[in-house]
């Protein structure tokens, strides 16, 4: 497995630690200016602030060199989890559709949300419940989703939602859409499904001697199908 | 050499938070008058090229590759001579 470190990076050591100490997986980190992602099982585009979100978030980490070898090995089917700038930064390169806005309220979010599974149909959430709430914390000033008309109509006939925002009984009222996003958005994935998108931050969610451990299921269902040891 | 000056704005059906916090603002200093507000990012470019049009289509480029993200926004590119 491998994770990307971008100038700004900052949820990269946590995504590492998250798969190496807690997973037990088999991690290292990717600079930005490497072009070999050849015998990886997966890719992780963490969180931060790459490029100090210069221009828009993820405009200009879209164009660093590791980028156009992640997006050849995504379009061949390779597994990558994008997370929160991961997510905008798989969104610049156009790996999965839409764009990030600001908040509705302009404010920076971090606090935790639940998030209800929304599909099965993707490895990352394959040993999930459809409906099953999870409680993972978002960290975010750009988090919130647009895509016009088509595409989401596009986005819910092909089953690509695979999180929503909702409050702590499941349910999607205005409210628990914490940042605005079209359609209660949290995560989604390309086409294919091997390309995830996602803001809450699951590698922060990964021992309850920290409070929560609820993003680890995710992690448990990419290892359990992909068959990583 | 050319100077190009290119607005990005976003597209009049996107929700623009910014313009909106900045239009109350306004409101609250009494300039009920301003109906609406939108803020976008302004960018200078200087290209080298041998006439306008030559310029025109790299600065397009350039907005089109990464200056504007055209899921939600459009641009207009003007030269200063």
């Known amino acids: 497995m491998g994770v990307v470190v971008f100038p700004g990076s900052n949820c990269d050591h946590d995504a590492y630690h998250a798969l190496k100490y807690v997973m037990n997986a088999d991690v290292k980190f990717l600079w930005h200016k490497e072009t070999d992602v050849s015998g990886l099982d997966i890719i992780i585009v963490p969180g931060g602030f790459s490029y100090g979100d210069y221009l828009r978030s993820g405009a200009i980490a879209r164009f660093s060199p590791i980028m156009q070898e992640l997006i050849e090995y995504a379009k061949k089917g390779g597994p990558v989890m994008g997370i929160c700038n991961g997510f905008q930064i798989l969104l610049e390169a156009g790996l999965i559709p839409g764009a990030m806005r600001h908040n509705e309220q302009l404010k920076f979010i971090c606090k935790d949300v639940h998030i209800r599974v929304e599909s099965t149909q993707s490895i990352y959430t394959s040993t999930l419940q459809k409906d099953q709430l999870l409680k993972i914390p978002i960290s975010h000033g750009e988090g919130n989703y647009y895509i016009d008309n088509d595409g989401i109509k596009e986005l819910q006939d092909n089953d690509q939602v695979l999180f929503r925002y909702v409050n702590a009984h499941g349910e999607t009222t205005q409210q628990a859409n914490i940042n605005g996003s079209v359609d209660h958005i949290a995560g989604i994935t390309n086409k294919q499904k091997n390309v995830l998108g996602m803001m809450p931050h699951p590698e922060r969610a990964m021992e309850q001697l920290l409070g929560k451990e609820d993003g680890k299921q995710i992690f448990e269902s990419v290892l359990q199908v992909l068959a990583i040891t | ?81």
């Not at chain 2, 059906?13 to 609250?28: C, E, T, V, Y």
């Not at chain 2, 926004?73 to 030269?79: A, N």
């Open chain 2, 1 to 81: 050499m050319f100077k190009a000056k290119v607005s990005v704005t976003l597209r009049p059906s996107i929700l623009d938070p910014k313009g909106k916090a900045a239009h109350h603002a306004l409101q609250n200093l009494g300039l009920t008058n301003i109906k609406g507000v939108r803020i976008g990012k302004f960018i200078e470019i200087d290209v080298q090229a041998s006439n306008e049009e030559e310029a025109r289509d790299i600065v397009e480029l350039a907005c089109n590759k990464l200056l504007a993200n055209e899921v939600m926004e459009d641009f207009d590119i003007m030269f200063e001579y």
